[in-house]
Each structure stands twice: as C-alpha cells, then as structure tokens.
C-alpha cells in the first residue's frame, strides 16, 4: 500500500509542486482549462487507440469500417462519439486556456517562452482535429478537406507545392488519407506530447500558475488541496462528454463521391473565418497576408518591452477591463458592417477593372481597413490614455471577436454558392 502511495504521489508531483500557493488554486483563476485539455488529450489517446483496431486508412475501407463500428461493434459508436466530441472540445478548451493566459497578463519572463509553447500546441490541437476530419471519408468531411488545402496554393511560392505535398497528389485521394491518418495517429501526437511535458515544465519551473501582487503567500499541500480540485474538475467535463455522447451521435453522411460535391462547400469550422475572408479580399492577402500578420504579432508582442507589470490581475487594470468590453462592442460592428458591406455595396474588382486582383481586391482594400484600425486604435489610446499593455488587450479582443464573426457567419449564414442568407 505504501508503495501504491508513493508511486501516485510521484505521479502527481511530475505535474505539480509539493506545495501550492493558496491562492493560486482558486477557481477563477484558471477555471481548470490546463487540466481539461490534458484530460481531452488522455481521452482522444485512449478512444482513439480503439478505434485503430478496426479502421481501416483506404477510400475503400473507411467509410465502410466508420460504419461497422457505429452499426455492429459493441459500445462502437459511443467510443467514436466520445472521440469525436472530445477532439471537438479539445479545440476550444485550449483556445480559452490561451485567452486566460492572455487576460492575466502570464506571459511576463519567466513565462514569456511558455506563451510561444502555448500558440504552438494551439495550432498542433487544430492539426490534429483537421486531419481526424477526413478520416471518415464521407461527403462532409471529404470536401472540407479539398476546401481547406485548395487555400494554400495561394501562399506564396511554396503554395502550390504545399498543397501537393500534404494531398500526396492533385486531388483528395487515397494517399491523402493515409497522409492524414498517419500524421493524426503517429506523428502529431507525439508531437503534442513532447511540448505538453515542456509546457508542464515550464510552468512547474515558473513557480506555478501565477497570482496576482499583494495576494496571501501562503502554501498548502499540492495533495490534496489542488489535486481534490482537478478531479472534481475533470469528473465534470467527462460527465459532460458522457452525456453528449450517449445523446449527440458524431455526423456521417454517405460517403465521399468526387464527381460530386455539396452546395455550399465548407471547411472546418476553425478555418471558416478564413474561408470568409477569401470572399472579401483577394485570396493571397486572405489566406496568407493577413495570418502571417496576427502570427508574427501574437508571437511576438510577449517579449516587447512591458509598463507596469500586474501579472495574474484580470484584464490587468480597470481601464484594461473597460478596454475589452469596448473592443468587442466595436470590433463586433465594425466586422458586421465589414461583411454586410463586402456582400452588397463594396466590389473593389468591379470599380478597377484594369488593375490587377491581387493590387484591387486586395492590396487597396487591406491598406484602407489596415489604415481605419490604425485610427481606431490611435483614438482610442488618446481618448483613454492607455499603456502599452492597455493596448494589447485591445488589440487582442478586437482581432479574437473579429475572427469569431468571420467564423459564425462562415457557419451559419453562407448559404448556395457562399451568399448570405439570414434562415439558420
């Protein structure tokens, strides 16, 4: 028995220190999303070793082995609900873990590498769910995929090549498929693994989960004060995932036919926001331009030169707290407006039919919107005397709200031929 003891205690204590600052295990200061991604992992682990057993990774075989697991294994469809929502979820508990990193200000040295780490192991969870989604090789899952890599022919120079390297040909085919079962099964697993125990060190060498200055110093045991917390926690979320599972079958539609693809044609629903700006700006500027510009920023602004530092505080200051709601008020009806506009009043081709697409559709209307947020920030930071760090949570809220009205209008109101409609 002592034994068993030491070794749980050991395995524990890999994660979390022996003791913890009390105040750092209050709820609301991370609302346990660490934890939950780790669990989301640990189940997409597990279902999807099971479901290994049976699927079978050829345009032959996977819709029909899809089917023999949901129709004839035992708890088959349940243990491919579980796999399917939990990759699903995945993806949103990670996002809001990197919005509540944002908004307590945790990327100050010692933790500025961590948020790096975090952007990465973000965009390896979203890998992950994409290349899942074409495992079942129905119509849905099959044209979002050819939606999806259709975008990136238009990066530059290497686009094209991109494309074929990740479809292993032309078009969605068999070596697509088992390009994206490989890397969804094998290789970014153990990727996510590598950085989630580089993570976890990383904010275990950090001192832990940061609170705010002035907060009570005192320590309590790891075990059980913190440990009682995330079980409670996790017994929650895989309620939750049970009961979605057990009511809300995952989708599947009749299988892949290449001759024949849906109206509309849409790609996972993280990538709609991207979809929705190839239909207001030229498609170079859409897919690569305006990405590689929010990339270059979230990597970097952690480790420009910080004012006041106020690490753990939400929103860092009152100001920053009254600056977040306005940016998403404004972000909200500049992006609406944005869209409704692009839809029925703006066609910058139209107008400049001489100039070239990349220069009318998307070089001029990425300079104008590129100059009237420049305006808008400038105001706001005169009208409210804001600090640098101020700033970035404006920033920050106003691009996470803006691509968040990309992607709901993406899924909900695109109809036949990408038009908006306004029945959901």
Do not use: C
């Amino acid at each position: 028995m002592k034994s068993r003891k030491s070794f749980f205690h050991t395995l524990v204590l890999l994660i979390h220190p022996q003791d913890v600052r009390k105040a750092s295990i209050v709820f609301k200061r991370t609302f346990g999303l660490g934890g939950m991604a780790l669990l989301l992992f640990i189940l997409q682990g597990i279902t999807g070793i099971l479901l290994r057993f049976i699927y079978e990774p050829t345009p032959e075989g996977a819709y029909n082995s899809i089917q023999f697991i949901r129709d004839v294994v035992l708890f088959g469809d349940f243990v491919r609900n579980i796999h399917h929502w939990s990759g699903m979820l995945i993806v949103v508990v990670v996002f809001l873990h990197l919005l509540r990193v944002f908004y307590t200000q945790a990327y100050y040295p010692p933790r500025r590498f961590n948020w790096v780490i975090g952007i990465i192991l973000l965009f390896i969870v979203i890998l992950l769910n994409f290349t899942g989604y074409l495992l079942p090789w129905d119509q849905l899952s099959y044209w979002a995929v050819t939606v999806s890599t259709n975008m990136l022919e238009y990066v530059p120079v290497i686009g094209e090549w991109l494309k074929m390297a990740i479809r292993g040909g032309e078009e969605v085919s068999g070596p697509t498929l088992l390009i994206f079962y490989n890397l969804h099964t094998g290789v970014l697993p153990v990727l996510l693994l590598a950085f989630l125990v580089y993570h976890f060190w990383k904010v275990r060498k950090a001192g832990g989960i940061v609170v705010p200055p002035g907060d009570d110093n005192k320590f309590v045991p790891a075990i059980p004060h913190l440990l009682e917390r995330e079980v409670a926690v996790g017994l929650l979320l895989m309620a939750f995932i049970l009961f979605l599972s057990i009511f809300v079958d995952a989708p599947l539609l009749e299988r892949a036919d290449p001759s024949f693809s849906p109206n509309p044609v849409k790609a996972p629903w993280y990538f709609s926001g991207v979809q929705e700006l190839l239909l207001h700006f030229h498609p170079t500027i859409a897919v690569f331009v305006i990405p590689f510009m929010v990339a270059v920023w979230l990597f970097s602004f952690a480790y420009l030169k910080p004012g006041k530092r106020q690490p753990g505080l939400w929103f860092y200051t009152d100001k920053g707290k009254k600056l977040t709601i306005i940016a998403a008020i404004t972000s909200f009806i500049v992006t609406s407006g944005g869209v409704l506009a692009g839809e029925y009043l703006i066609d910058f081709q139209a107008w400049m039919p001489g100039i070239p697409e990349l220069i009318s559709n998307g070089l001029i209307p990425l300079l104008i919107w590129g100059a009237f947020l420049f305006g808008l920030g400038f105001t706001i930071k005169k009208r409210f005397q804001a600090s640098r760090t101020e700033m970035q949570v404006w920033i920050f809220t106003f691009l996470i709200v803006a691509y968040l009205i990309l992607m709901f209008t993406g899924i909900f109101f695109r109809g036949p031929a990408m038009a908006l409609v306004f029945n959901i």
